[in-house]
């Protein structure tokens, strides 16, 4: 299909010519040949480019990914685990109109989030009130019982959060994820917009894209909002699981950009409920640890007995208020897939107000008349296990075998709690190179990643755009063959 | 009656431990018409720092590490508990047990809303079809709360041996309901999982039991060590205890320690060492006494 011959250049060259549109509602064109406002200077730049131009320019981005080693992990894979992060080089652009209704969105969602949390672990108003049924509570693997009655610092529970947000076909935003325990692949965003920085380094003023460098200083800003009172000169640390984790570059990445040590459990030690990181200058006492280990694995005295990754007694210091965990334990019960359900209720119910951002319709598997349902057909439905992420344990029924039903059948009405289903959603799309040197339109999504510090809400413009780099494929999970694009939030 | 417990239990390591973190589950819960009058934890070597609180279920627990290298960890928790006869008198269960199952879920009081979260799995409890269908043996349609359970608690001490051999403390109730064979600990999670299966809030309780009858009848097993049985959620008189070891309505008999979900909430000591070495042996006394 041809482009807008107004704004084509002299060039005959039109990377967009083979552009083949689908039902999903498309980011950069309106329709054939009619870019949207906001995409129109990074059209017009990539008219002006050629083939070979783009090209090189794409061989120039893998060069320094590779480079710089940013690498994530994939488990459950035979040959080697260890991956370059595929990186689209067109970015994904937002508006600023849009914008402000994704950042109130997010904020809006984290503050009810969180004000579940402390309600749960303390009066439980919402389930005296018959807002949601305590058997959902009661049966999720993610309620930390230890956790009822415990003070959190300025009642913040979930002070790093990444929210997954996809845009139907009608052109809303909508939230299919909250991940609120340990959510990661900002570092992703971080050095992806490095990269784009040095391909296009004059396009960014053009365009007018908002910052993100920041990042890494708000993070900081938040973590030492929390720290407990009389702590002058808190000792913040990332406890990381350690080198085999999946995200261990971006431990490695955020703690240095911060400025902090990077330690594992063997590097703590707890000695009257208080936590001591050792050092070459004897122990120093910890004040807030920002953890990307698992609540099971935090602590052997008081979770998961086999884990060598936390610190015996750290439950306990934390509990006495001489250290801050972020996030808190216990974060997990709100972002359970079935308690995800009932995200819009519990807006209503603490805030008082409608959701700005919507959910994705959600079947509970617990709903006999729903189960039934989506049994009766799992060709149409993305079918996901409540406790997982990163897109393991999920069934996506268009793209299933008859086997692979049958396994899931099987699965569900042997633990119904286990599961949820959603209809299968049409991503938006968004012009991506493919290996051959050509543009196609891929699904995507996107995480933002939201802060909340004792202060203030931060809501860095822009995220991880996720893309589903098979054609046709709707699943953008990175350790499911995704990659990434760098999010650009326009000023205007 | 009023008695005084002495629970000692001695690890001895095979080489030395240099630190250990322990969290410590023997004070005895005070209740109404069950009133802790005392109690202590002595702890050899002295730790280097203790601390108490109360855990989810309202049990007392004692945290405490030790920081000197040693050998053997001795811990001995005593106390003085007055036991009268008004505690688990059964309220009227004659309500049929349908009532109950179908009525905790939309249970808004307090008592309901507290007693509906023992009504699923819990970690070492997991639930299937054959614990309900041996549960629904005693439990048939339209029968009164209280003889459902007194059945089936007599069936289970009769179809269930008691072996001290047979299984450990991970052994499941899968395992135990297949062998019929084990002691307090496995006939309690059995006991719960049927429960539960069949919709019923039910929970483990710790303590310890007197061994001999005070009319000088039959010996009791379960003695000398720390006894476990079983309370269920009935929606009109509250909480029922069952022994489905002994076959018997807990009475004066049956000093409350804690209460769970299941053992793995309430385990007695449980701690973190480093070294210690590959092995270590454990020993455990109880002694109830009535006082005088």
Redesign the interface.
Known sequence: MAANASLLPNSVHDPFSNYAFTDAYDEMFAAPGRPRPHYQKLYRRMLQQSADELQRSKQQADISFLNQGITFTVYGREEGTERIFPHDLLPRVISGAEWDVIERGLKQRVQALNLFLRDVYHERRIIKDGIIPGELLYTCSQFRRHMRGIKIPRDIYVSICGTDLIRTPDGNFVVLEDNLRVPSGVSYMLTGRRVMKEIFPRLFHQCGVRPIEHYSQALLATLRSLTPDGRAHPRIVLLTPGIYNSAYFEHAYLARQMGIELVEGRDLLVHDNVVYVRTTSGLQRVDVIYRRVDDDFLDPLTFRQDSALGAAGLFNAYRAGNVVLANAVGTGVADDKAVYAYVPAIIRYYLGEDPVLNNVETFLMTNETERAHVCGNLHRYVVKAVGESGGYGMLVGPHSTREQQDEFRKRILADPRNYIAQPTLALSTAPCFTDDGRIEPRHIDLRPYVLYGADEITVVPGGLTRVALRKGSLVVNSSQGGGSKDTWVLYQ | MIYQVSHKTIYRYRSPVSFG???ACLSPRSLPHHACEWSELQIDPPP??R?E?I???GNRLT?F?I?DPHSELKVEARSRVNVDSEFRKWGDASASWEETAASV?SD?SRSG?DA??F???SPRIRLNESFARYARLSFRTGRPFGEALLDLTARMHQEFRFDGNATNVRTTPDDVFRLKRGVCQDFAHVQIACLRSIGLPARYVSGYLRTYSAAGGAQLAGGDVSHAWVATYCANAGWLEVDPTNNIVPSEGHVTLAWGRDYGDISPL???ILGGGREHSLEVRVHLQPAA
């Open positions: 973190n322990h969290v280097s720092n601390h609180r855990d989810y279920f945290l590490s920081s879920p808004r809303l509906y979260q009504a699923f799995e449980r701690g973190i």
